[in-house]
């Protein structure tokens, strides 16, 4: 009844689906690594927020080259640790993030190198403030950074990738991303691998700078894909097997396939009357 499935159309066509199958499960488990992946950011972001902070030294290495050089990048566990170090803002080298959005609104973040006792610094991000009025693009008010000692307490926000063009403009460093390698070459001294993100200041940070949000994964997109591509692949085969079962019974004569047209049975003409 099934011998037809032996024939190479219809091997051609289990070998396409048995393909498809396997490539629809193979997106399947990728995405339910980008899953895992983006859930593990998840717990290490509320992990960290119930944690007390730890030295900054403890996190991250020191930078061991000369001035303009940036340390070794952590690896990306210590995202999000909270972290505390003191020292004191350069308010000479500050860097301007520009096209920088919070709660739909576009503006700069404001980037600050810490100095520590040591002459090394790690770059801080004190938070996000709105352009001057003229445009997005606009130079804003840049409240200045306190004076003398200062102690942070932030979240450890690993390099971002595609610097893009970094420049000066009356006196201030400009770019769209904070990617830490390219910034500490503008800068005099060594700079640790990462920037901090500020929580807590001492003394106080200034109200103007909106905190920066830290936004979790959203990593029920990956799970919803990982269902599909997965319900994909199941239906690639029952759908197979339906094809091949309809075609079996319409061989046999069950059933006719749609569009077959039964031709009338030729019918006897009635015998002529015979008359007594």
Avoid: C
């Avoid at 509320?46 to 000369?66: F, H, I, K, N, Q």
């Avoid at 004076?147 to 006196?171: A, C, F, K, N």
């Avoid at 200034?206 to 997109?221: C, G, K, L, Y």
């Avoid at 085969?237 to 061989?251: D, M, Q």
């Amino acid at each position: 009844m099934y011998r037809f499935l032996l024939t190479p159309r219809w091997l051609g066509i289990l070998a396409l689906t048995v393909a498809a199958s396997v490539v629809m499960v193979m997106l399947g488990n990728w995405q339910l690594s980008r899953y895992e992946q983006r859930s593990a950011i998840n717990e290490r972001i509320d992990a960290a927020g119930r944690l007390d902070p730890v030295p900054l030294t403890e996190v991250l290495a020191a930078p061991g080259g000369g001035a303009g050089t940036a340390g070794p990048a952590p690896h990306r566990d210590a995202a999000w640790t909270r972290v505390t170090v003191t020292g004191r803002y350069d308010n000479t080298n500050v860097v301007l993030v520009r096209a920088r959005s919070v709660e739909s609104r576009v503006g700069f973040e404001i980037v600050v190198p810490l100095v520590l006792a040591d002459g090394t610094a790690v770059l801080v991000d004190r938070g996000w403030v709105p352009p001057a009025p003229g445009g997005a693009a606009a130079q804003p008010e840049v409240p200045p950074a306190p004076e003398g000692e200062v102690t942070i307490v932030g979240r450890v926000h690993l390099s971002e990738s595609q610097p893009g063009t970094i420049g000066r403009r009356d006196g201030r460093i400009e770019t769209r991303r904070i990617a830490v390698p390219e910034l500490a070459a503008e800068l005099p001294y060594p700079t640790y691998g990462a920037y901090l993100l500020v929580d807590e200041q001492t003394p106080a940070a200034d109200t103007a700078f909106v905190p920066i949000p830290i936004r979790h994964e959203n990593n029920w997109q990956n799970g919803g894909y990982v269902v599909q591509w997965w319900l994909f692949a199941g239906m690639a085969l029952v759908g197979y097997g339906y094809v091949a079962r309809r075609e079996a019974h319409a061989r046999s004569g069950k059933r006719r396939p749609r569009g077959d047209r039964l031709e009338a049975p030729a019918v006897a003409p009635p015998a002529a009357a015979t008359r007594d």
